[in-house]
């Protein structure tokens, strides 16, 4: 069955960088799109970013540009996002999703992995 | 992008029907029928429940429908159950950029 479990959250202080993991198991990693999307406490959904299945398309969402690095190792059936100068605001729980592209929906996530950013 | 206007919280008894609005523009839930929705249970990661305006995901209860008219998107629980208490969110494709658009989220109570 489909699996993501993401890794590498916790926490950093302001300014600080991350590095987010995400291993995808249960499906051909290299054939699917994917994203991260993250929920600040008690917030809602927002997505972050997406890479196609070769990683030569991705897109962020202006909150991150800049700042935020997605990449994939389809030989390691691995999802990455480095997060540089964090802020306060970046402080969320980052999931890692399934990007079914031909229709614009995410049909697998992982359970989440909580990025806290405070001095 | 603004996220889409969602109401902060609706409730029903079990068996009632409820039903989440989602609106948004022209540019997004208005302009393609990319629209999803997502059950998420606290502490836990969503779940899909609906795509492509009105699509079920094999597994998912036919109690769970969706709809379009113009920029306004709805889920429609019918013959609500405990287990349906959750927080739901809406979804649309907006275009190349900026890509995904979320809603702001809806509390559902089973009272």
Known sequence: QVQLVESGGGLVKPGGSLRLSCAASGFTFSDYYMSWIRQAPGKGLEWVSYISSSGSTIYYADSVKGRFTISRDNAKNSLYLQMNSLRAEDTAVYYCARDIRVAYYFDYWGQGTLVTVSS | QSALTQPRSVSGSPGQSVTISCTGT????????????????????????????????????????GSKSGNTASLTISGLQAEDEADYYCCSYAGSYPNYVFGTGTKVTVL
């Open chain 2, 26 to 65: 022209s540019s997004d839930v208005g302009g393609y029928n990319y629209v999803s929705w997502y059950q998420q249970h606290p502490g836990k990661a969503p779940k899909l429940m609906i795509y492509d305006v009105s699509k079920r995901p094999s597994g998912v209860p036919d109690r769970f429908s």
